[in-house]
């Protein structure tokens, strides 16, 4: 007796239906890495050109060409990794909940939305991290001024012992551009470096401090000093005011973190417990638009208490 004659035919069997929708994945996973890989060189470059169009102020068109610069917030290559990994657990995760076709057509914009979210968060990382070593950095930059020492070799003597950071990223900038030919026909001095330099730093404290320091470049030694000095102390008292606002706010953004993290417990529970009826519930055009809505509740606490949480004070 023949065994295929016992087979039905065009039927898929249980213990191997996940063949059918693996082969399509495995075959669209894959063509998305050969395209990456084939690819990669343009990739990179278009996303170095678009990085620098995305990092550059809107007040960085009046520096001159020479002294064009883009802060060190994340590299081309990451960006491009971080891209081509989203997009693919976007696209496990959606062709699980739906068809593959919708999964690819939504993985896109999911992606950009989740890029565009990680570019806002290493800025305002590279940001909080230039605000907190700034004021150390101006405190022995003063003291190294007020013993008599230029401008120059004063900061080459502070960020020779700092640690690897954006400061010292955008100060080693600085010192490097000294002496630069422009498009004047001029070399850089001092304060046109220190002018490119605050039109081009995303953070506001250090474009106030450079503000300062561009008008005391040109001063006698005495009030360099004593400009310095004022703005390391009015950094001190802002430090301070910060503190203390950060002390009285950190019961509403505790409050706000916890509510957001009972409301992630409650959804995991009813995912893990009801499965097949939480599915169910937001797959229909309803339910779409519920769970937005419950998301963004969801978030508000969370979101509430970051914002309360935060105290900016650049004033000098």
Partial sequence: MDPTSIITPHTTHPET??????????????????????????LGSALDAWLARRFTPSGADIVDPALR???PVIAASRLLAVCVIAALVILVILSRVGPLLVAVVLAGPATAL????????????????????????????EAQVRTGSGLQPAIEKVIADMPASPLKAE????LERLGQPIANGFLAT?????????AQTPSRRHATFLGHLEI??????????????????????SDRRASMLATELSQMRNTGIALFLI??????YLFVVQNERF???YRSEVGVIVGTVLALVVSLPLVGGYLLGRAEDVTY
């Fill in 190 to 198: 001092a304060a046109t470096v220190c002018t490119a330099l605050r």
């Fill in 216 to 237: 005391a470049i040109e001063q006698p030694h005495a009030a360099l000093v004593q400009r310095i000095r004022a703005a390391y102390e009015a950094m001190q008292a």
């Fill in 279 to 281: 599915l169910t519930a």
């Fill in 17 to 42: 239906a996940w063949l059918a929708d693996l082969t399509p994945l495995a075959a669209t996973i894959a063509a998305i890495l050969i395209v990456t890989f084939l690819m990669q060189s343009r």
């Fill in 171 to 174: 100060w080693s900038w600085f």
């Fill in 263 to 268: 409301n992630v417990g409650i959804t995991l």
């Fill in 114 to 141: 989740l890029v565009w979210a990680l570019l806002w968060f290493e800025e305002q990382r590279y940001v909080a991290r230039i605000d907190a070593a700034l004021p150390a950095f101006v405190g022995r930059l």
């Fill in 69 to 71: 610069w883009r802060p």
